[in-house]
Structures are given as structure tokens and as C-alpha cells.
């Protein structure tokens, strides 16, 4: 084979709670992440000479040395020098379906499928938490997108531990095309007004992310019950991204008028805003509901689902 083609989902955070200090200016977090049905296609191909090139159909993302998916390339050549040189160079496109700088882990998905695809194409045999591993070293979110499906996320979000799987919850996601949040500014302004109440003592950090473990959305969960899944939504970064960004706001309270729609948050540090639903039907007519609502071209809607699995392989060559 010389080339593979593999599908790469989005996460959504069902729950995110900021604990407390981590070294290095990262948060101890604890956070359950979801996989969703909106993917991007990442196609990784053996070429005949030595470079890493990558190309993408989206004109915000950068295809140069700081494109993730270059990172996780260039991982793997200084990873495996031996297997680079036997197999050449890679050519990297990256079909972007995932909106850009949303709070849905799109870079480090494109990471993780790149860090599989490169696996398999140099026939490596690494195996998942190898992989997990060295997408650990790329952002901390590349660790949860390699194996995907439902997981409690602790440390600084790479310390997974698997949930049951939550397949066909529905979903709609809104976002405002030029609308970015930086992920820096929302934790540290998080920290600016409410690192007073962090934990500090290592032990009761530990307590704290232990306590989630048994909390009642991950109890939920175990049921599979969609509705009390949603009612213990949480995302502590609404505190400082609500009152900053009215627009998010508005998405969050539209969505929280909008008949059958289970529960809304905000996904990881914004500005997306979820909803979830029992059916596919009731999602695509709140879309509908949302975009008549807020006539605004700029307001980008989308419908997905819930998903068990991180990235999968849709074809090779
Ligand atoms: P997270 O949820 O992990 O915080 P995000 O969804 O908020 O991530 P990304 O879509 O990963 O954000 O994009 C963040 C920034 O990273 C963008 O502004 C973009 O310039 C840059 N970037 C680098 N590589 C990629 C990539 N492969 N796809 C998207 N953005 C990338």
C-alpha cells in the first residue's frame, strides 16, 4: 500500500471542569470527551522523494511546518528515521469539514489520523497507546481523537479512561464563521478570576478527578439515558467565554428555547455551541428553527451524531 485515506472525527467536551494548576502554565482538568459524526478526510501518501508536504482545502488553515498534521508527520521521521527513509517523503491533504479554531479538537484529530496513517504505511505495528503516546508530545487533546468514542480525560487531558459507548445521541452544533476564541485567552482568564478557589494539595487534585469518575453524568452515561446525560452537561470555560462573547451567548440561549432539545453547552473553550436530541428528525428541524431564527450568513449550523470510534481507516491503496 502507498496510500491511505482515513476518516477523522470531531470531539465534543460533554463535561469540563478546570481543577486546578498544572506545571509547565496547563490546567489539571477533568473532562469527558465525545466523538462526533462530523469528519475530516486526511489522505496520507508515500511519495518518492524525502519531504513532508501537506495541502488543505481550507484557506485558514496553514499548511506549513505549524499544521499539526505536519507536526505528527515530522514526529514520526525523527521517530523512525530507518522507516523514513525506506518509504521517502509523505504528501498530506487534509479535506476540512470541521470548522476551524471551534473547540472541536480539529488540528489534533488531523494529528491523530496522521500518526495512524504513517503507522500503517510504514507498516510499523505501533500499537493504540503507543500511539496515544506520541500524540500526547503533539496536544493534549491527540491522545482521545486516536481512539475516540466516549472517555473521561484527566491530567492535562491526556490521561484517558473509557467510557461506554454513546452511539446515535443527535446533535447540532452552531458556530460564527469569524469567530474565534483563543483557547490561551479563555484559561487564563479563567485562572485570572478563578484560580483563588483551585485545588492545590496533589492529593485532593486526585480526589477532585476521582470524584467525577463517579459522578452523576458518568453515571448517566452507564445508563445510556440521553436526558440525564444532558441535564449535567457542564463546561466551567462558559464563565468567562458567556459574559466576553455575547454571540455565544445567544447561540446558548436560542437553543435552550428550542422544544426537544435535551441540553446545550459550549464545546471546550468555544465558540461552537451544541444541543443534543433523542432523534435526527428533531435536530434537523431545530436546525431549521435556528437558521430562520438567525437569519445571519455568517451563523455556521450543522447536524451529526454521537459516534463510538476515533480514527478509522475509509480506504487504501
Ligand atoms: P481544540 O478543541 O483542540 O482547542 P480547536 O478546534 O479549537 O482545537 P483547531 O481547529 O485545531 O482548534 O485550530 C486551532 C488553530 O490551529 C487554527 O487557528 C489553525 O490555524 C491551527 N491549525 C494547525 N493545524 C491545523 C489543522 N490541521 N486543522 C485546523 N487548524 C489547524
Known amino acids: 500500500m502507498h496510500s491511505y485515506s482515513l476518516i477523522a472525527p470531531a470531539k465534543?467536551?460533554?463535561y469540563l471542569e478546570i481543577i486546578g494548576d498544572a506545571s509547565g502554565g496547563y490546567h489539571e482538568l477533568a473532562m469527558i470527551l465525545q466523538s462526533i459524526s462530523l469528519a475530516d478526510r486526511i489522505d496520507v501518501l508515500s511519495t518518492s522523494n524525502d519531504s513532508i508536504r501537506v495541502h488543505c482545502n481550507h484557506p485558514q488553515?496553514?499548511?506549513d511546518k505549524s499544521n499539526l498534521a505536519y507536526k505528527a508527520a515530522e514526529l514520526m521521521a525523527t521517530q523512525f528515521p530507518e522507516a523514513f527513509a525506506r518509504y521517502g517523503g509523505l504528501e498530506i491533504s487534509i479535506n476540512k469539514q470541521i470548522p476551524?479554531?471551534?473547540g472541536l479538537a480539529g488540528g489534533s484529530t488531523n494529528a491523530a489520523a496522521v500518526l495512524v496513517g504513517i503507522d500503517l504505511l510504514w507498516k510499523l505495528g505501533l500499537t493504540q497507546s503507543e500511539l496515544e503516546e506520541l500524540g500526547a508530545t503533539l496536544g493534549s487533546d491527540v491522545p482521545f481523537c486516536v481512539s475516540g468514542g466516549t472517555a473521561i480525560a484527566t491530567g492535562r487531558g491526556d490521561q484517558l479512561a473509557p467510557l461506554p459507548s454513546l452511539d446515535n445521541i443527535y446533535i447540532v452544533l452552531a458556530k460564527y464563521r469569524s469567530l474565534e476564541v483563543s483557547t490561551a485567552w479563555a484559561y487564563k482568564t479563567y485562572r485570572q478570576e478563578f484560580g483563588n478557589s483551585y485545588i492545590r494539595d496533589t492529593n485532593d487534585l486526585v480526589a477532585r478527578a476521582n470524584a467525577v469518575h463517579s459522578g452523576e453524568?458518568?453515571?448517566a452515561i452507564f445508563e445510556r439515558n440521553a436526558a440525564k446525560i444532558a441535564e449535567k452537561l457542564h463546561n466551567d470555560l462558559e464563565?468567562?467565554?458567556?459574559?466576553?462573547y455575547p454571540q455565544v451567548l445567544?447561540?446558548?440561549e436560542a437553543f435552550a428555547n428550542e422544544e426537544g432539545v435535551l441540553g446545550t453547552m459550549m464545546s471546550g473553550s468555544g465558540p461552537t455551541v451544541f444541543a443534543l436530541f433523542e432523534s435526527e428528525q428533531q435536530a434537523e428541524q431545530v436546525k431549521l428553527h435556528i437558521r430562520e431564527a438567525?437569519?445571519?450568513e455568517d451563523l455556521e449550523l450543522f447536524v451529526a451524531r454521537t459516534i463510538t470510534?476515533?480514527?478509522q481507516v475509509a480506504s487504501s491503496v
Open 12 to 14: 465534543i467536551n460533554l
Open 61 to 63: 488553515v496553514p499548511t
Open 100 to 102: 476551524v479554531a471551534a
Open 217 to 219: 453524568i458518568v453515571k
Open 239 to 244: 464563565r468567562v467565554v458567556l459574559p466576553a
Open 250 to 252: 445567544q447561540l446558548r
Open 294 to 296: 438567525i437569519s445571519d
Open 309 to 311: 470510534h476515533g480514527i
